[in-house]
């Protein structure tokens, strides 16, 4: 048997309610849906296949069942990640403000080879009121990779997702 979708990777989705991430998780993932039960996590996975050409991985792709909400979502959420992804509605500056903990937070208690992606979601959207050249600054100075997408349209989802499989299998 191949073994050529043996690379895996757990994946979250980390951001403030209501930013867009089981929307994101929805545009991109056709597959096999699972729920966790462990109560302390509340979360469930998706398994995504991707094809890098010469590298392919399953992405393990955790969704919150909305914890965030209540500012309850644990380390256990995204103990053993490799890859995270942080996203802030394009419209709402205090999404961004809480992107920005994520990345601290994660970057303090995750895996030290965690790699980061910013998402900027909803750019389908003309209302417009995070500026961009900060955010680039930003992702600069923390050497975040960072993402326009639109879940609603599915513009840049799947080049998101592409472009964090691949920055995390260039370590392997
Ligand atoms: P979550 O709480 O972060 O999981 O956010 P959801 O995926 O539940 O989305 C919250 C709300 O934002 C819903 O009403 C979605 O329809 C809306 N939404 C999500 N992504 C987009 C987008 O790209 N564009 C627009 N216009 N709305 C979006
Ligand atoms: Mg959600």
Redesign the pocket.
């Known amino acids: 048997m191949s073994n050529e979708f043996s690379i895996k990777f757990k994946v979250v989705?980390l951001?403030?309610?209501?930013?867009?991430?089981?929307?994101?998780?929805?545009r991109f993932c056709q597959n096999e849906f699972e729920l966790n039960q462990e109560p302390t996590i509340g979360a469930a996975f998706q398994n995504c296949l991707l094809d890098l050409g010469e590298k392919k991985v399953t992405l393990q792709i955790w969704?919150?069942a909305?914890q965030?909400?209540y500012n309850s979502l644990t380390s256990m959420y995204y103990r053993g990640a490799k890859g995270a992804i942080i996203?802030y509605?394009v419209t709402n500056p205090d999404s961004y403000e809480s992107a920005k903990d994520w990345v601290k937070e994660i970057r303090q208690q995750g895996s030290s080879s965690v790699k980061v992606i910013l998402v900027a979601?909803?750019?389908?959207?003309t209302n417009h009121s995070v500026q961009k050249t900060e955010v680039l600054k930003y992702c600069e100075k923390h050497n975040l990779l960072f993402s326009e997408?639109?879940?609603?349209?599915g513009l840049g989802v799947d080049e998101l997702f592409y472009d964090l499989a691949t920055d995390m299998t260039n370590q392997y």
């Open positions: 989705l951001g403030q309610s209501a930013v867009g991430k089981t929307s994101i998780c929805i969704d919150t909305g965030e909400r996203i509605d979601n909803k750019i389908d959207l997408v639109s879940a609603k349209n």
